[in-house]
């Protein structure tokens, strides 16, 4: 195994040697090493992915020219080697400069807790994905209910019990989205690879993608072949159609075919005819509904005089 450099803090080695328990715990001194990046694992199923984008490009023209500024964040494993829990984007900008380590600060926590600091330390990033959201979201309280925080079970110094803290109201209160739209993320991992493509690439909105997750992978991948069929995308009052056939057991390729190529009432032109254009062409007297009627019904009769004007002139 390559050797690990400890890199100068400025820290007076023996300084440091002496130092009592208390006194390194009151300075906090952050354990910055250069790992090699042999030693460093990828975070198992790691829900941000590394895009060789422009961002990746700019990432390494600045570490090319000034080094990696702030280090990567790490954690030691059982085995020995490390693992990555905030800096993927970094390593993968050293990797492609030829680089063979990084600046890493070492944390000793265990693999729940570094979940929750992966996801809340990804959180800012400015481009995330709708499902990258949803997978990062499902991981981080899936490690908090593992964690087994019971908030409910504690009680006020007047002995009053405390109302229970539901795990999504806390991810809630440290990241941007609310409860319910953090529920809405996470529902878009249900879905098949195929939709959940559709939906970072924005051809498919949330809304829809929702509903969709409710349905089982058969017809969700009914879904995706109809799509490549008909060249379009279903609307949220179609998904809703397909969640309320799919609960009473209704929905087949057939059932998902014809919501599928049913016109949009949404999308349908409508007709508006200034109250103005009727006004002395309708009996006053007529409330709105004797109003309606009273429009079809000339109109029927319209057409019933343009038949037999044709038929008179043959």
Known sequence: MSKVKKIDLGMNYYD?????????????????????????????????????????????????DRGVIT???????ENGRYEMISGHRRKRACEKLGLLSMRCEVVDISRDEAIIL???????RSQ????????AYKMRLDAMNRQGKRTDLKSSPLGQKLKPVNSRDELAASVNDSPRQIARF???TYLTPELQKFVDEGKIKINPAVELSYLDEEAQRDVVDLIDETESFPSHSQTIRMHKAFEEGKLDYNAISIIMRDPESNQRKKLSIPAERLEGLIPKNCSHEQQEDY?????EWYQKYLRKQRENAR
């Open 71 to 77: 280090p990567a964040l790490i954690r030691r494993k």
């Open 16 to 64: 440091e040697l002496f130092m009592t328990d208390e006194e390194r715990k009151e300075n906090r001194l952050p354990k910055i090493y250069d790992v090699p990046l042999s030693e460093i694992d990828d975070f198992p199923e790691h829900p941000y992915r590394v895009l060789d984008d422009e961002d990746l490009k700019e990432l390494e023209e600045s570490i090319r």
């Open 186 to 188: 996470i529902r878009l």
């Open 128 to 135: 995330i994905s709708p499902c990258d959201k949803g997978k």
């Open 295 to 299: 429009v079809f019904k000339a109109l």
């Open 118 to 124: 992966m996801v809340d330390s990804n959180s800012q």
